[in-house]
């Protein structure tokens, strides 16, 4: 089993920034990709950037140039620099990774979410 916790979110005002990071713990032997996805309400969960087991990295278009996605491979962590924030930015975000495990192969973990609210 792997655990993920997030941690970061909250109440900005638009222009601010917010850091988000996520921990994962457990047993696994390599991490294929860490990702951080966004849900709003009555919406689909959108992924909003990603980076890999070879470190290329993504966005999605409504935050390329305002967020940056980092890693720790020594820790198992990933944060989210979010900068330039819009009220469209408002949702809960989550921490995504998919991992291998000797014992269980690949499988994909969630973390519980943490809410980020943009005010105008």
């Known amino acids: 089993q792997v655990q993920l916790v997030e941690s970061g979110g909250g109440l900005v005002q638009a222009g601010g920034s917010l850091r988000l990071s996520c921990a994962a713990s457990g047993r696994f032997s390599m991490i294929k990709i860490m990702r ?28 390329r140039g305002r967020f940056i ?24 975000y989550y921490c995504n990774v998919v991992v291998w495990a000797f014992q269980t192969g690949t499988g994909s973990y969630w973390g519980q979410g943490t809410q980020v609210t943009v005010s105008s």
């Not at 689909?44 to 087991?53: C, F, G, H, N």
């Open 36 to 63: 951080w996805f966004r849900q709003s309400p009555g919406k689909e969960r959108d992924l909003v950037a990603s980076i890999p087991q070879d470190g290329t990295i993504d966005y999605a278009d409504a935050v």
């Open 69 to 92: 996605i980092s890693r720790d491979l020594a820790k198992n962590t990933v944060d989210l620099q979010m900068s330039g924030l819009v009220p469209e930015d408002t949702a809960v």
